[in-house]
Structure formats: structure tokens, C-alpha cells
């Protein structure tokens, strides 16, 4: 059993320690072997808590001892290094805040720590979460366990990397424009992008303020229900955490999707998408209808195709907002070889920011300048408004709404590096939840081989604001009459 631990999900492990058949530093001693044996070649963690993990294990022992466990008592879990841990190096995958160690946890870090959960580390991204492939990190690329010459996806393609290579049992990823659905496509795991709104985002180290939410990675659908269920709720130290109640996500899993209306979207399964790619999309909505889903095809969503350009005005304008902060004077990396404040100030972003930051700093600059706000910015707002208007009127008339999460399988490292544009539409099928605030997940579908080497692929589900139970519902009753979730990666 000891040798298998580390594949365990988080279900199976809180049963196990429940019943007192393993111990909390058993399961953490498992996980951090695994990462020891395989984390050089995948490059998951920034940063790994060996020590307080342990200790957090004792205590998570002791408490389970005395019939006080929590939800997630003794479950190790890895978490995107831009949620704020309080000891724990917080960097965002970028030399700025390669020094910084939180004075506090996050909600999300307060909520997992209630619970029970033992935190592993701190996993890779692209820098302040900028990216769909990791190799936009200050301090190594991710790989893909599928296959160690592809991408993981990103930014949060440390986190999906870690459950597919079972570094740990759970995970947290963030998600702006597609950067917890895409990498667990690519990774073959399951990742699910609540409402805006659902889960506070305080001690999320902001990218795109309206579009930025924390969600599970896991490696099942009943492990994204548990995570749901502790980190959901409201947040007054959130603004934009919204005060409604939080059901059992556990509940929608009845393995019964007689009735559920689902639409598939012309636009998220177009006919010149990857033949083999799409071909796995249709396998998986034909398995949700013969389990009793009433299946729609041909819907569309027309204003989709303006998603893109609509996310690079709003997320790029909102980052160049939210990174002034960094200035060499307050916190993180500060150049002192200037002959003046100013110099010193630009010598930090010069230094402490990397390529691909530093472009979209410049973009939302250029965008909310005197003369081109209402050309861009504004403009942008507008066609938010119009794609939220959209979805809601496809909700009328279906629970969930289907098709692929990425064009692609994972692609090699360094395949699209030099062409920042190819590198966006990785997301073109994902961004259009986070323009609109509402919930989506990746699914383990199938796989395509591609040079000898079989690639996850994940069908992404949508639903209305707040209906996450829905998207749960129909994963959950895919999930246990196929078996792509239990597929591991060769390691």
C-alpha cells in the first residue's frame, strides 16, 4: 500500500485516514518521495514545504486521533505560487517576488488550512499567470508528464503537471482566461473554473482583477466537489465575493443526467479544429447522450469569435493597473544603480519583469491612454456585455453547454514561444467564461497520439452563474461510465 499511496485520490486517502489505516505523515511522506523521484524531470513545484509539511501532518494526526479531522484532514495539496502563503515563498513564477514571503495566508490558504489539508508547495506558472504553457516562468519551464518535450499548458500548468504526475493528491490553480481549464486538458486531470465571484480571490496576487478566479485541479470528479466545498463561500475582505449560499457539491453527484439539456456550440467544436482532436469532443458528448442527456447541436454563440481581442484590451489594461504596484520601493526586487528614483524604478521593471509581462504592460498602457480608452477599453466592455447576454439566453434553454477546451493536444516546448498570437489562441475556446464570470470545467475525454506519444484531451462543460452543480452533475455520471480519468501518465 505504501508504494501506491502518492496515487491515491483525495476521497480515498480521507477514508483511509479516517479509519486510521494510514497516517497523515505516511500520506505526506509518500507524495514528497514522488516529487523527489520525478519533479526534475517535470518541473511542478517552485517551491516544496518538506519540513512544515511534515509537521502539518503530525498535527493533522493528532487531530484525527481525537475525532476532530476536518474535511480534507491529512490530504496533501500543492498550490499555484500566486495564492499567499504566510511563511511560504510566494513568487508568481517571476524575479520580482522571487524573494517574498507572505506576512498572511490567502482565504482560499485559511480555508484549506481549517480543513485539514497539508500544504506540499508551491507550484510553477507562466509569470504572474501570463501564459498558456509555463514556459513563460523566471525560473524553469514545466513539462508535460504525458510527455516531457510538450507543455503542461498554463499559466497553472504546474499545478495540473503535479496531479498527473501524483506529486500531490490536490491541487489549486487560478484561472484569468483559460489557465486551469487548459492545462488540465493538456494533463489529462480534472479542472473546474467557478462563477467570478464564488471563491474570494483575497490573497490572489492579481492579474486581471475582473476575470481572475481560484479553482480546484484534481484528479477526479468527486475530489473537484470536496475542493469546491471548502474553498467556496463568502469573503467580506473581497469585494467581488458574492454572498450566496453554498450547496453540497457533493450532492450533484448522482450518476443521473436523464433530462439535462446540453447544447453544443459551433463555435467550441469548429470543423476545421484537429479532426483527431474533435473526434474525442464528439465521442464524449454522443457518451452524455446515451446516458439519457438531451443533446442539442448547432447552437451558436456568433459573438465568440470577438472573445479574443476582447480579452486582450480588458486583461492586459487591468494587469498594467494592477503590477504599478511594483515600483522597487514597497516590496519584491528593487534595482539600486540608478542616479535616481526614477531610474531606479524603471530599472526594476527592466529587470524584475519578464518578456511576455512587459508586453502586456505595454498593451493595456496603450489602451487606457488619453485618446484610445473609448476606442479600446471601453469598447471591449461593451462586447463583454454582449457575450454575457449571449450565454445567458443559450441558459434558457439548456443546463450546460459542451465542446473542447483547447484546439490542440499539448504542443512541444518552444513550439510557440516566437509568435505571441499563436500562443493566445491556445485559450480562444476557454475565454470566453472568464469575459462572462461563469463557471466551466475540463474533463478527461480521450487521447491523440501524436509522434508516438498519447495526449489528454478534455471536454469542457459551461452553465449558468452559481450552477456549478450542474457541470458536476453531468462530469460525474461521463466520468464513471468511462475511464479516462483513471489513465496515468507513463512516468
Not at 479531522?69 to 499567499?84: E, R
Not at 467581488?240 to 450547496?247: I, N, Q
Not at 464570470?437 to 459551461?462: K, T
Amino acid at each position: 500500500m505504501s508504494e501506491e499511496l502518492h496515487r491515491l485520490t483525495a476521497h480515498e486517502a480521507r477514508d483511509l485516514l479516517s479509519r486510521r489505516e494510514v497516517s497523515a505523515i505516511e500520506l505526506t511522506r509518500a507524495i514528497l518521495d514522488q516529487i523527489a523521484a520525478v519533479d526534475d524531470r517535470i518541473g511542478a513545484y517552485l517551491t516544496v514545504a518538506n519540513e512544515t509539511a511534515l509537521a502539518q501532518a503530525a498535527e493533522e494526526d493528532e487531530a484525527i486521533a481525537n475525532g476532530e479531522g476536518g474535511l480534507l484532514a491529512g490530504v496533501p495539496i500543492s498550490v499555484k505560487d500566486n495564492m499567499c502563503t504566510k511563511g511560504v515563498h510566494t513568487t508568481c513564477g517571476s524575479l520580482m517576488l522571487e524573494n517574498f514571503v507572505p506576512p498572511y495566508d490567502g482565504h482560499v490558504i485559511g480555508r484549506l488550512r481549517d480543513a485539514g489539508a497539508v500544504l506540499i508547495g508551491k507550484t510553477n506558472m507562466d509569470e504572474f499567470a501570463m501564459g498558456s504553457s509555463v514556459e513563460h516562468s523566471a525560473f524553469k519551464p514545466a513539462h508535460n508528464p504525458w510527455a516531457l518535450d510538450r507543455v503542461p499548458g498554463g499559466s497553472s500548468g504546474g499545478s495540473a503537471a503535479a496531479i498527473a504526475a501524483d506529486e500531490a493528491i490536490i491541487a489549486l490553480g487560478s484561472d484569468t482566461g483559460g489557465s486551469i481549464r487548459q492545462p488540465a486538458s493538456l494533463c489529462g486531470v480534472v479542472g473546474f473554473k467557478p462563477t467570478y465571484g464564488r471563491v474570494s480571490r483575497y490573497g490572489l496576487v492579481a492579474f486581471g482583477s475582473s476575470l481572475d478566479q481560484i479553482g480546484p485541479i484534481t484528479k477526479d470528479v468527486r475530489d473537484c466537489a470536496l475542493l469546491l466545498n471548502v474553498i467556496s463561500g463568502h469573503d467580506e475582505r473581497d469585494a467581488t465575493s458574492v454572498p450566496v449560499d453554498v450547496p453540497d457539491f457533493t450532492e450533484a453527484l448522482t450518476g443521473d443526467i436523464k433530462g439535462l439539456r446540453v447544447g453544443v456550440v459551433d463555435e467550441y467544436l469548429p470543423d476545421n479544429v484537429d479532426a483527431d482532436v474533435r473526434a474525442v469532443a464528439e465521442a464524449a458528448i454522443g457518451e452524455l447522450e446515451g446516458l439519457g442527456a438531451t443533446v442539442e447541436r448547432g447552437l451558436s454563440l456568433p459573438n465568440t469569435k470577438y472573445s479574443l481581442a476582447c480579452y486582450y484590451i480588458i486583461a492586459p489594461s487591468e494587469a498594467s493597473a494592477n503590477l504599478a504596484r511594483y515600483d522597487g520601493v514597497k516590496y519584491g526586487y528593487s534595482y539600486q544603480d540608478g542616479d535616481s528614483m526614477w531610474e531606479n524604478m524603471d530599472g526594476t521593471r527592466q529587470h524584475g519583469f519578464g518578456d511576455e509581462v512587459k508586453r502586456r504592460i505595454m498593451l493595456g498602457t496603450y489602451a487606457l491612454s488619453t485618446g484610445y480608452y473609448d476606442a479600446y477599453y471601453l469598447k471591449a466592455l461593451k462586447v463583454r456585455t454582449l457575450l454575457r447576454r449571449e450565454f445567458d439566453e443559450a441558459f434558457e434553454r439548456f443546463d450546460v453547454l459542451a465542446g473542447l477546451v483547447s484546439p490542440t493536444p499539448a504542443f512541444l516546448l518552444g513550439e510557440k514561444t516566437d509568435n505571441p498570437f499563436e500562443m493566445y489562441l491556445a485559450d480562444i475556446f476557454t475565454l470566453p467564461a472568464n469575459i462572462a464570470g461563469i463557471p466551466g470545467m475540463s474533463l478527461p475525454a480521450g487521447f491523440v497520439e501524436r509522434d508516438g506519444a498519447l495526449l489528454p484531451v478534455g471536454l469542457q462543460l459551461l452553465a449558468k452563474p452559481f450552477d456549478e452543480a450542474s457541470i458536476l452533475r453531468a462530469a460525474h455520471a461521463y466520468e464513471q461510465a468511462t475511464n479516462w480519468h483513471n489513465e496515468r501518465a507513463p512516468m
